[in-house]
Antibody, heavy 119, light 106 residues
Framework: EVHLLESGGGLAQPGKSLRLSCAASGFTFSSYAMNWVRQAPGKGLEWVSA???????FYADSVKGRFTISRDDSKNTLYLQMNSLRAEDTAIYYC?????????????WGQGTLVTVSS | DIQMTQSPSTLSASVGDRVTITCRASQYISDWLAWYQQKPGKAPKLLIY???SLQSGVPSRFSGSGSGTEFTLTISSLQPDDFATYYCQRYNNYWAFGQGTKVEIK
């Protein structure tokens, strides 16, 4: 059974940094592209970032230059390094597994971790 | 960027009703469209991919149709477990979601 477990969320001041993790199990992690999607309180879903199996990375314009996605296939873990945090980055952050094939959609999601940016 | 617009934003319905949600793309996206269901406090769940393909394990009362720029999600007979928020997602040229449609009890 596919399982994705996010961690690392919490309260951060504007301008500071946080690193999110997503521990994956139940599938061959190294064979799948992975994504981060966020949801601001009471709002809809916003794709944030993606990483392919060859470490190719993609970002939404809203986080480009501030966030860095990475993966450690030896640990079956996905990361999101978030720098220069802003109040508008406050959201639940979900990791999502992409299907094999192009273009890929997301077939499994974690339960999310809450990031709050406030002074 | 190709924008996704859902309608309505909120839909009030009763158990047993046939429900239809519309998603429009601002440009042609072929059939690269997925639908997700999200309940409060929970992660989104994949229902439909490639506009009309039912994800494994999803009840057959859910169906999707459309191609190009206009798509629909239909629930043939609304069940108590179906009251939730539904999102469409295009997955060509990166990813983007519609703003969501909340299906609430009438």
């Amino acid at each position: 059974e596919v399982h994705l477990l996010e961690s690392g969320g919490g309260l951060a001041q504007p301008g500071k940094s946080l690193r999110l993790s997503c521990a994956a199990s139940g599938f061959t992690f190294s064979s799948y592209a992975m994504n981060w999607v966020r949801q601001a309180p009471g709002k809809g879903l916003e794709w944030v970032s993606a990483i392919g199996v060859s470490d190719d990375t993609f970002y939404a314009d809203s986080v480009k230059g501030r966030f860095t996605i990475s993966r450690d296939d030896s640990k079956n873990t996905l990361y999101l390094q978030m720098n220069s945090l802003r109040a508008e980055d406050t959201a639940i952050y979900y990791c999502a597994k992409a299907v094999i094939g192009a273009p890929p959609y997301f077939d499994y999601w974690g339960q999310g971790t809450l990031v709050t940016v406030s002074s | 960027d190709i924008q996704m617009t859902q309608s309505p934003s909120t839909l009030s319905a009763s158990v047993g009703d046939r429900v239809t949600i519309t998603c429009r793309a601002s440009q042609y996206i072929s059939d690269w469209l997925a639908w997700y269901q999200q309940k409060p406090g929970k992660a989104p769940k994949l229902l439909i991919y490639k506009a009309s393909s039912l994800q494994s394990g999803v009840p057959s009362r859910f169906s999707g149709s459309g191609s190009g720029t206009e798509f629909t999600l239909t629930i043939s007979s609304l069940q108590p477990d179906d009251f939730a928020t539904y999102y469409c997602q295009r997955y060509n040229n990166y990813w983007a979601f519609g703003q969501g449609t909340k299906v609430e009890i009438k």
